[in-house]
């Protein structure tokens, strides 16, 4: 069974600051690792999507990695902003789920000014 | 704008009584995807659709029905044998149900028990 860990579950930064947000997974036979955005009491927003075969996508100041033998993927967000405090998931999809993604916990982002 | 719209925002259920969550997209996506989300967790798979008139169910599908009559909409019924309802519950869509197409979401509705 496939599982999905975020680290940390909560992350709290000055404006201005470089993070890391880290996600993991158990079985490394993903199709694809989709990163998203929810704010408060609000659905997801589509960050970024890795297909099995990429190493990494770009979208402005967000970078997302994926290591599929390791099991690991990251977002990196640069020169983070007030408006960048959300919940950020990464959810997993797996060669033989169809459709079906799992999701980790989250980690909730705090930007302060 | 197209988009998926969930209806109500907020709703209330009394014991033994069964609610409908309203999903619509103008997407014109194929599938169509109902999650239930707990505080402090991930998202978990209540039901999924590929193509009108067929469903599968998700990871937690006990206690919950839908139907999907039409490509636009695709309902969630809560019943009273859900013991444990109170939730955020996220319907969502994408082009077709393999591939590697981004899933999109609604904004989400809050059901409470009274």
């Known amino acids: 069974k496939q599982e999905v860990t975020q680290i940390p579950a909560a992350l709290s930064v000055p404006e201005g600051e470089n993070l890391v947000l880290n996600c993991s997974f158990t079985?490394?036979?993903?199709?694809?690792l989709q990163w998203f955005r929810q704010d408060p009491g609000k659905g997801l927003t589509s960050l970024l999507l890795?297909?099995?075969?990429?190493r990494e996508q770009t979208s402005g100041r967000l970078n997302a990695s994926l290591d599929k033998s390791s099991g690991r993927s990251t977002l990196y967000i640069a020169a983070s902003q007030p408006g960048d405090s959300a919940t950020y998931l990464c959810?997993?999809?797996?060669?033989?789920?169809?459709?079906?993604?799992?999701f980790g916990e989250g980690t909730q982002l705090t930007v302060n000014p | 704008d197209g988009g998926i719209t969930q209806s109500p925002k907020y709703l209330f259920r009394k014991e033994g009584q069964n609610v409908t969550l309203s999903c619509e997209q103008n997407?014109?996506?194929?599938?169509m995807y109902w999650y239930r989300q707990d505080p402090g967790q991930g998202l978990r798979l209540i039901y999924y659709?590929?193509?009108?008139?067929?469903?599968q169910k998700g990871d937690i599908a006990e206690g919950y029905s839908v139907s999907r009559e039409k490509k636009e909409s695709f309902p969630l019924t809560v019943t009273s044998a859900q013991k444990n309802p109170t939730a955020f519950y996220l319907c969502?869509?994408?082009?077709?149900?393999?591939?590697?197409?981004?899933?999109?979401f609604g904004d989400g509705t809050r059901l409470s028990i009274l």
């Open positions: 969502a869509s994408s082009i077709s149900g393999g591939g590697g197409k981004p899933q999109h």
């Open positions: 079985d490394s036979a993903i199709y694809n």
């Open positions: 890795i297909q099995s075969s990429q």
């Open positions: 959810a997993v999809k797996r060669e033989t789920s169809g459709s079906r993604l799992t």
């Open positions: 997407l014109n996506h194929d599938a």
């Open positions: 659709s590929q193509i009108v008139n067929d469903f």
